[in-house]
């Protein structure tokens, strides 16, 4: 048994089928194969034939549309799948704020605007005031004297810092300059 | 490296979204194993309505498998075989002390058109039936998921946990019966009609 040049060294009879079988499945013709099988052919043709006998009886087998069990297949499914857990909704602050002080229904939107609103101009206020009191006009006005024209823009900035809330040690430097 | 077939691909993404029970992909799933289960459950059982009512069960398991969180450690089809060869194990043992229903009474004739091709498809699945069940259960394993059902000797491997070298020997072993086993049944038949 083997021997042959088509199977290289290979010499277990098992492996021998397994690849004859191998060149049956790649669609390679029994002919083909045997005719390249040398003397593994005698012993191999059988057996492929009733392998590929198989594989041709496989359409004839009479299967069932398989409704039924496709229906109990999803019944089933819905019952075992795992119960989702539902989220929590997130409500606005606004809605929450508007359902605490038992504002008249669509109030919370207005209270929503005006709320932004408040937060913007605060926001501009900030910014300005941050910017004019760093910017490079406002520290070449600490160098002017009375009677020129920024004058009133450096008594104006230095009211400003004096008003803004600081410590008593910085408040009487600020004065004494 | 291991080879991923396209088919393989598909199968193992249809059980990642079985696993979180989406219905298309149940649904999918189904149509896709439905006949290949039942088939080997059929040439198992031998009963068309134990073939069925197997053939559910199967799919009902890997349903429960896939809630467990179960892994299929090589392709989905080994897997699936793998839960089906259970199925009718449990079968068995169920109805140990019943007597076994002979293998080719139970079967069903394959309906093909015209009368000569349905004789002859008939008669040859007839005594491709009969040789099937003369095989051991092992051997008939493997043919029918080797060569019904085209998996490959690793997946069968993987179904019928034994290693690959093992399913060689077993598929030498059984096409060896089963090809005597056909050509003793012709050749009977022959005999037979010449007296």
Do not use: C
Not at chain 1, 19 to 36: C, M, N, Q, T
Not at chain 1, 154 to 164: A, C, N, Y
Not at chain 2, 29 to 47: C, G, N, Q, S, T
Request: glycine share 6%; net charge negative; aromatic share 6%.
């Amino acid at each position: 048994m083997s021997g042959d040049v088509n199977w290289g060294i290979e010499t277990d009879p098992d492996t021998i089928l397994a690849l004859a079988l191998d060149r049956v499945s790649a669609g390679e013709s029994l002919g083909s194969i045997l005719s390249s099988a040398g003397a593994d052919a005698e012993w191999l043709e059988p057996l492929l034939v009733a392998a590929i006998t198989i594989r041709r009886m496989r359409g004839a087998v009479p299967v069932p549309s398989g409704e039924a069990s496709l229906a109990g297949f999803l019944a089933r499914a819905r019952r075992v799948a795992p119960k989702s857990v539902a989220k929590p909704v997130l409500r606005p602050w606004w809605t929450r704020l508007s359902d605490v002080l038992r504002l008249p229904a669509g109030f919370a939107p207005r209270l929503a605007s005006v709320a932004m609103s408040i937060l913007l101009v605060a926001f501009a206020l900030i910014s300005g005031l941050t910017l004019f009191l760093g910017s490079p006009s406002a520290v070449a006005a600490q160098n002017v004297l009375p009677g020129q024209i920024v004058y009133p823009l450096k008594r104006l900035g230095e009211d400003i810092l004096l008003s803004l809330p600081q410590s008593s040690q910085s408040r009487s430097a600020k004065v004494a300059e | 490296m291991k080879d991923v077939s396209d088919a393989e691909l598909v199968e193992t993404g249809l059980l990642e979204r079985a696993r979180r029970f989406d219905p298309e992909a149940l649904r999918a799933l189904h149509d896709r194993f439905y006949a290949p289960v039942y088939r080997y459950v059929h040439f198992k059982v031998a009963d068309p309505q134990s073939s069925e009512d197997l053939t559910s069960e199967v799919f009902v398991r890997v349903l429960e498998a896939l809630k467990r969180g179960m892994e299929w450690r090589t392709t989905p089809a080994a897997w699936i075989f793998g839960i089906a060869r259970h199925v009718v194990a449990d079968h068995y043992r169920k109805r140990m002390r019943q007597a076994e229903v002979e293998l080719d009474d139970g079967l069903t004739m394959p309906g093909e058109d015209g009368p000569i091709a349905r004789v002859v498809v008939a008669e040859e699945y007839e005594a491709l039936a009969k040789a099937i069940g003369s095989l051991t259960d092992e051997q008939r394993d493997v043919i029918l998921m080797r060569f019904m059902e085209g998996l490959s000797i690793q997946d069968v491997a993987a179904a019928l946990d034994k290693t690959p070298g093992a399913i060689k020997g077993l598929q030498h072993r059984a096409l060896r019966a089963l090809s005597h086993s056909m050509l003793y049944d012709s050749s009977e038949d022959v005999a037979g009609g010449g007296l």
